[in-house]
DNA sequence: AAACACGTCAACCGCTTGCTG
DNA sequence: CCAGCAAGCGGTTGACGTGTT
């Protein structure tokens, strides 16, 4: 009740323009990190939460908009059934991505669509199409922005991936550095992924360490 | 044209994890 | 080893837009 306990009141809701102004120019300067004070610092009135997932989310630079492509629809689908809900992972793989992004794709378009889809993948028909990745359609067409850093070093000539879908995966984002195991068993290209979930799962657990 | 239902998605919340002193 | 803090993650909510009656 006394009036000093009142907390510095966060702002909430949806971000103004000019919000997103003073944050991206405040990460620009400062650098990303160190969230609880940016509200302060910058002048925003947002918690530090709030702070990071705007920018994670909308303002940092590569972030893709928009319809998801067939590719990436595919993606999404493939990657849940191996990964399960760990929509960071599965953001990690689609260059532009955000997990939240991810996650609401999934809960929207695919989940109910992939419930339909499993009953009738279940049928004879169910190869609707061993999913050979679409040749020519790179997921992210910002491709030059992203995969110049080194993650791809690894030239193996074993990447028969004939997508370059995989090596945007790789270099995109974060640390996700297994493309040995990703690109070798390649699983998530089986459209029939189901044996190769216990393998998966424990490598993407391990994989987040 | 209005009311309602439904779909979408941005943002919040609470919990977990990782790091540092 | 432990406590405190910051960051990350996934689930959930709520506002808004669109379609339907």
Known sequence: MDIKEVKPRVKKGLWKPEEDVILKKYVETHGEGNWASVSQKSGLMRGG??????????????IKRGRMSEDEKDLIIRLHKLLGNRWSLIAGRLPGRTDNEVKNYWNTHLNKKN????????????????????????????????????????????????????????????????????SANNALFFYDDEPFMPIWDSFAFSEAF
């Open 49 to 62: 939460k709030s702070c990071r997932l705007r920018w994670k989310n909308y303002l940092r630079p590569n």
């Open 115 to 182: 419930s339909q889809h499993k009953t009738t993948m279940l049928g004879p028909n169910k190869k609707k199409e061993p999913q050979q990745l679409p040749p020519s359609q790179p997921i992210c067409s910002r491709n030059s922005e992203n995969n110049n850093e080194g993650l791809h070093g690894r030239k193996d000539e074993e990447v028969t991936i004939k997508s370059q879908q995989m090596e945007d995966t790789k270099s995109f984002n974060f640390d996700v550095e297994e493309p040995s195991l990703l």
